[in-house]
């Protein structure tokens, strides 16, 4: 079984910061693809910012250098640092990642179970 714990969300002012964790855990070979997506109240989920193995990052075009995205894969936990938050960052985040497992190894989409950001202004 692999598990994805998410950690960090709360209430923040508005030009504050946050960092959320995700940990990955469990029967794992390797993990690909890691990233966090968020979904706000009537919307759909969007990518917020995304990391391959190699190191490569994506952010979605909302982010403008606010967000930073990083990981551990000593420790399969990757990192969102969140700066200069606005009202309109307010979301539930989701921690995905792609992660191999088993004999014969395949590839899992997986998603933690979403952490609640929320930013006042």
């Known amino acids: 079984q692999v598990q994805l714990v998410e950690s960090g969300g709360g209430l923040v002012q508005a030009g504050g910061s946050l960092t959320l964790s995700c940990a990955a855990s469990?029967?794992?070979?390797?993990?690909?693809?890691m990233g966090w997506y968020r979904e706000a109240a009537g919307k759909q989920r969007e990518l917020v910012a995304a990391?391959?193995?190699?190191?490569?990052?994506t952010y979605g075009d909302f982010v403008r250098g606010r967000f930073t995205i990083s990981r551990d894969n000593a420790k399969n936990t990757v990192f969102l640092q969140m700066n200069s938050l606005k009202p309109e960052d307010t979301a539930v985040y989701y921690c995905?990642?792609?992660?191999?497992?088993?004999?014969?190894?395949?590839?899992?989409?997986?998603w933690g179970q979403g952490t609640q950001v929320t930013v006042s202004s």
């Open positions: 995905k990642a792609n992660i191999v497992v088993g004999s014969p190894r395949f590839e899992f989409q997986y």
């Open positions: 469990g029967s794992i070979l390797s993990i690909n693809d």
């Open positions: 990391t391959r193995s190699d190191g490569t990052t």
